[in-house]
């Protein structure tokens, strides 16, 4: 006959159903999460707030999986319900960008008909781009071939600019370009690049010093032959290159 071993005394007996602990946590985080779902399915703010106490207080509980203090902090928002902390900002962000862009649909409307009224088209012409409004100017209605200093007939135009620019809280981008020709002999620049970047800063000087507009509105770029808006094939395409184009940013 088997013997029976003997218990010491004083020995606590063998606990054997401590997992029913750790799976009863887990049944509650699994009912947890079937809430949750069915929660989100029928969002309702009154019932997610009273979920959300409810989880605070199941993972909170001593005897739950998830240590004490670890459980969720803040407040939870149903999907759909602003955040009332960033509401009122994004709010104000919003209502700019659309001032904004209506401040840029208006010069547009505006360039466009001063181009219509003055006969310009073949000069000038105006257009909303992707980066913002954008005036483009021909090289020969601006300066002499080869050189940087303003034509008198382009002053007219650069002050009626001055004068929509001013209303603007905008970044004026003012840039330079030619074709891919070589300057001739004797040029005081020493390539494409130099006499796009004199044209450029004609422009930004008329602007500031003439038109008495602030300096930090204004930013000036040159890119010589590197942005063409076509092929330099024959001279109409590299007169359309020529050019400066005067972008209002977005």
Not at 20 to 47: G, N, P, R, V
Not at 132 to 141: E, H, I, K, Y
Not at 227 to 239: F, G, I, L, Q
């Amino acid at each position: 006959m088997a013997r029976r071993t003997k218990r010491k005394r004083g020995q606590a007996p063998e606990n054997h159903e401590r997992w029913l602990i750790t799976y009863s946590d887990l049944i509650t985080l699994l009912l947890i999460f079937f809430i949750i779902m069915y929660a989100m399915s029928q969002i309702d703010a009154q019932k997610y707030e009273v979920l959300a106490q409810s989880l605070k207080f199941e993972f909170t509980k001593s005897d739950s999986i998830v240590p004490q203090g670890q459980g969720i902090t803040g407040s939870l928002h149903p999907p759909g319900q602003p955040d009332t902390s960033t509401a009122g900002q994004d709010k104000g962000q919003t209502a700019q960008q659309l001032e904004k862009e209506k401040q840029l649909e208006d010069l547009l409307e505006k360039v466009q008909a001063y181009i219509e009224e003055n006969n310009l088209q073949a000069q000038v012409s105006a257009a909303d781009t992707r980066r913002g409004v954008a005036v483009t100017l021909n090289d020969l209605f601006l300066f002499d071939l080869g050189k940087a200093e303003l034509k008198q007939d382009a002053v007219p135009i650069l002050t009626q600019l001055a004068a929509l620019f001013q209303k603007l809280n905008s970044t004026v981008s003012i840039e330079g370009h030619t074709d891919d020709l070589p300057l001739s002999t004797g040029s005081v620049y020493k390539d494409n690049w130099g006499l796009s970047q004199a044209r450029s800063l004609s422009v930004l000087r008329y602007f500031i010093y003439d038109a008495q507009m602030d300096a930090k509105k204004f930013v000036s770029t040159s890119y010589a032959d590197t942005r063409p808006v076509a092929d330099n094939t024959s001279e109409e395409n590299r007169a359309k290159n020529r050019r400066v184009e005067i972008v209002v940013l977005r």
